[in-house]
């Protein structure tokens, strides 16, 4: 087997946070169900059209590298909202479940916030700018989820103190 380049590590983190952004999608309308407050569900909702906009976007960067658009299984993602799921069964009814979801939420910002950097960084280094702005503008959207997440949990955390 040949010897991997930097060129094939851009193009399987690619197919990995193309898998996990898919399976993002997908998980985002069972949280904003799951949600006890209107506020939560509507930046889940929010971040679900968001996501949409973020997968056509890797859509555009696979067509840069002359790649199809393909994902690769993350066992990391699947992880990560096997544990979400596990919030939304086990917390159900308690007045501690948003601030569950947030942090199962975050976790998932977070995943894939260390992903887009590694993939920017490597962008620029391939001298592929177009695909860097393009994964720039997924990161930014991500960052900006995070600190709506953050600031929620500040709210929802005093819900759940106060109820407890
Ligand atoms: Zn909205
Ligand atoms: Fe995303
Ligand atoms: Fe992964
Ligand atoms: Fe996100």
Not at 2 to 10: C, G, R
Request: aromatic residues 6%.
């Amino acid at each position: 087997m040949a010897i991997k380049t930097l060129e094939d590590l851009f193009h399987d983190t690619l197919k990995d946070i193309y898998f996990a952004e898919r399976q993002i999608l997908k998980a985002l309308p069972k949280m904003a169900k799951a949600a006890a407050s209107d506020d939560l569900k509507e930046a889940f909702l929010h971040h679900r059209e968001e996501t949409e906009g973020q997968v056509e976007r890797l859509q555009q960067v696979f067509e840069i590298i002359s790649k199809r658009a393909q994902g690769k299984t993350c066992e990391s993602i699947k992880g990560i909202l096997e544990e979400g799921e596990e919030i939304i069964d086990e917390f159900e009814g308690s007045p501690a479940l948003d601030s569950g979801l947030i942090g199962a939420a975050q976790a998932v910002e977070h995943y894939e916030i260390c992903r887009y950097n590694g993939l920017i960084l490597w962008a620029g280094a391939l001298d592929i700018s177009n695909a860097g702005s393009l994964l720039s503008a997924n990161l930014a959207e991500e960052v900006k989820a995070d600190a709506l997440l953050t600031k929620l949990g500040q709210q929802k955390v005093r819900t759940a103190k106060a109820a407890a």
